[in-house]
């Protein structure tokens, strides 16, 4: 529920109060039995609920995205499977499915997207979360430069593209193996990397947990790290950090 619109219809009378009070009653959440639609969050954090959708029984999912697309809510939902994606867009067709990042959504309104982040990969088997995390940015407004394959493997093509970095709020280093490319890049740019391991690699990368380790142990300064194949959370941050550099969050909230 967009309550700035919502206000903005009482006081230009173009709904009574009544229909406000209505539709209000909602707040803070939707109680689906199943799940408990957060409708407040926007409000409170400035993103609205996001589905994750892993997991989920389709007609559950089905249920939701229905719901919040009647409310005029924009979806994302996260890891989202074809089958899953089929069963919504026959109910919703305006959902939109990635087959890389897995991500399913609905967008109805256009937005602005502001300042901007780099997404960055040690490979191309990254990719898929770096996707994830490019995807999600840009649903929540962020203007993203994507910047893959460019791992300590091949250094050159990290050094030879380091203009691409200057005047990004923040950059997201995705890498497997032994995730180094996230200290590298912290120790060639002036902004907070969010380093993202990947589950990608042979035997004793232990699906994520070495490039886990060495991120969280880098001796580079300005790094933060999410857990595995994290993208979503990745995004997160780096659009907070985007809409403070940009100036976009009230410290009032």
């Known amino acids: 529920m967009d309550v700035e619109k919502l206000l903005t219809q009482v006081k230009n009378n173009e709904i009574t109060i009544e229909q406000a009070e209505k539709q209000l009653k909602n ?13 407040h969050r926007k409000v409170r ?16 999912l089905v249920r939701i995205y229905q719901t919040l697309t009647a409310e005029g809510i924009d979806v994302l939902g996260t890891r989202a499977s074809r089958e899953q994606y089929e069963a919504v867009h026959e ?3 305006e959902a939109v499915w990635d087959e890389i990042s897995r991500i399913l959504k609905v967008e109805k309104r256009e937005k602005e997207h502001i300042g901007r982040i780099v997404v960055c990969t040690g490979g191309t088997a990254d990719v898929p979360v770096a996707e994830e995390a490019a995807q999600v940015a840009e649903f929540f407004g962020t203007r993203v430069t994507r910047l893959f394959d460019v791992g300590v493997a091949g250094i050159h093509r990290l050094l030879s593209n380091l203009e ?5 709020s923040c950059v997201i280093a995705v890498a497997g193996m032994e995730g180094a490319l996230a200290g590298v890049v912290a120790g060639l740019v002036d902004v907070p990397v969010i380093a993202v391991p990947t589950s990608v690699g042979y035997g004793a990368s232990f699906g994520g947990l070495s490039a886990l380790l ?12 999410v857990n ?16 403070l550099a940009c100036g976009q969050i009230s410290h009032d909230r």
């Open 45 to 60: 954090q400035g993103f609205e609920e996001v589905v994750y959708c892993q997991g989920k029984a389709t007609d559950h």
């Open 228 to 243: 595995i194949d994290n993208g979503y959370g990745a995004a997160y941050v780096a659009t907070q950090i985007n809409r």
């Open 91 to 93: 109910a919703v067709p």
């Open 164 to 168: 691409t970095f200057h005047g990004a």
């Open 27 to 39: 707040l803070p959440y939707e109680d689906l039995g199943f799940a408990k639609l957060d409708h």
């Open 214 to 225: 060495t991120m969280l142990n880098s001796c580079a300064n300005g790094i933060t790290t």
